[in-house]
């Protein structure tokens, strides 16, 4: 059903909302207790591998960051994150989360190129002939299978009240549109229902090709927005007014440039590290012909002005929020690989393979060690306030916003 069309494909396109188009969301269940609790986790291709560390961390040592997983009320995911949100949707449906959790480490580390994509076309011939350089099978089948085999679990966490949104972009008008996993087990044929919404978060443009549904086409959805909470958060405000408190945990998986340099970074410090900001395969950098330029331009704006202003969006509803609201206190949670992280650790992907089994085997032994982090270990920790495990809190009561310093370079 890779190509929607008939009673099925319009069933589908009907769970896909305008991300404006969402009403009565939220749990069932009052939170006067805690705070309301939104896991942003954005798109990033391999580097998806960070989070799923981060997360299987963060399962092992729930009390040493900021709330444990089975207390987060909404999910949404974007691309790799939108395929991280439904193994967490599995493993809060699971008697045992451990078995999902697993999972979720398996699908990054047993994974490379052949296990993602099919017959990976040279980029000029690609756009001459095709609509994508490769077509995303082999990670079509894979989610068909994860899906199938954890179809109950994904139901009971949805009945139980969790609530969990894939964003995708509708290639005809441009806009985030976002399907809700409760309302996609409800058609009459779930598992390609939430295969296909899924493929179509994860549908790169150039690299693989649009997902039809209903007649329309969908990419991925961090052409417009890698990670998002703006859009369903507003309908659930009655609920989180119950609660007092808004706490959004976000996971980006992602650099913040994509030769892992940046502006924004501290300067490297050694003659070794910028010559890698140069070039971190010994090559120029500088493009060579129109092709060259136009991709380091898409790649630019892609992973900086994106990545980084769906990030800076999130902090603005936030803001709004705690505006309009002044007893709603709101805090943004973040956790995500710095170019300088990359850097202490000579951790390098290799030239030529999109997804490489040994640099992301790195990153997910990052993500994990870092959510192990115990505040125990430091002899003059940070407040406790501003750093939990994986994450640091950069927005909220009595702290400006502010992501430009290494998260452990906070912590003691």
């Given at each position: 059903m890779a190509g929607s069309a008939g009673t099925y494909g319009s069933a589908l396109l009907a769970c896909l909302k305008p991300v404006a188009g969402f009403t009565n969301l939220g749990p069932k269940a009052g939170l006067?207790?805690?705070?309301?609790?939104?896991?942003?986790?954005?798109?990033g291709g391999a580097n998806g591998a960070y989070g799923a560390g981060v997360i299987a961390g963060w399962h092992q040592h729930p009390g040493r960051n900021p709330a444990r997983l089975d207390e987060i009320d909404m999910i949404t995911g974007v691309s790799t994150g939108a395929i991280q949100a439904l193994f967490l949707a599995a493993a809060r449906g699971a008697a045992n989360p451990a078995g999902p959790i697993g999972a979720l480490a398996a699908a990054y580390l047993d994974t490379d190129d052949r296990r993602v994509f099919n017959n990976r076309w040279p980029l000029p011939l690609a756009l001459l002939l095709r609509l994508s350089r490769?077509?995303?099978?082999?990670?079509?089948?894979?989610l068909t299978a994860m899906v199938t085999a954890h179809q109950q679990e994904l139901t009971n966490a949805t009945n139980a009240g969790l609530e969990v949104y894939f964003g995708t972009v509708m290639l005809e008008d441009g806009g985030l549109y976002a399907a809700s996993l409760a309302d996609l087990l409800k058609l009459s044929h779930p598992v390609a229902a939430i295969v296909d919404v899924v493929m179509a978060s994860s549908a790169v443009p150039i690299d693989y090709p649009p997902v039809e549904i209903g007649g329309r086409l969908f990419v991925d959805g961090g052409i417009r927005h890698t990670s998002f909470i703006c859009e369903v958060v507003w309908p659930v405000l009655q609920k989180i007014k119950q609660a007092g408190a808004l706490d959004v945990?976000?996971?980006r998986n992602g650099t913040n440039s994509p030769n892992g340099c940046s502006s924004c970074d501290a300067a490297p410090a050694s003659a070794a590290a910028r010559g890698a900001c140069i070039s971190a395969t010994g090559e120029p950098t500088r493009p060579r012909h129109l092709l060259g330029l136009l991709m380091r331009a898409i790649n630019e704006v892609m992973t900086n002005q994106i990545e980084l202003g769906s990030q800076y969006r999130i902090a603005g509803d936030l803001a709004l929020i705690a505006a309009?609201?002044?007893?709603?206190k709101t805090s943004l949670w973040l956790?995500?690989?710095s170019n300088i992280d990359l850097e202490k650790r000579k951790i390098r992907r290799p030239k030529g393979r999109v997804f490489d089994p040994g640099y992301m085997k790195a990153i997910y032994a990052f993500g994990e060690a870092r959510a192990a982090w115990d505040r125990a270990s430091c002899k003059n920790p940070s407040p406790k306030e501003e750093h939990l495990g994986a994450f640091m809190r950069i927005a909220g009561p009595g702290i400006a916003y502010d992501d430009t310093v290494p998260i452990e370079a906070r912590r003691c």
């Open positions: 006067a207790h805690r705070p309301f609790r939104i896991l942003a986790l954005s798109g490769a077509d995303a099978q082999p990670l079509r089948d894979r945990l976000l996971i309009r609201h002044p007893n709603i956790s995500h690989l």
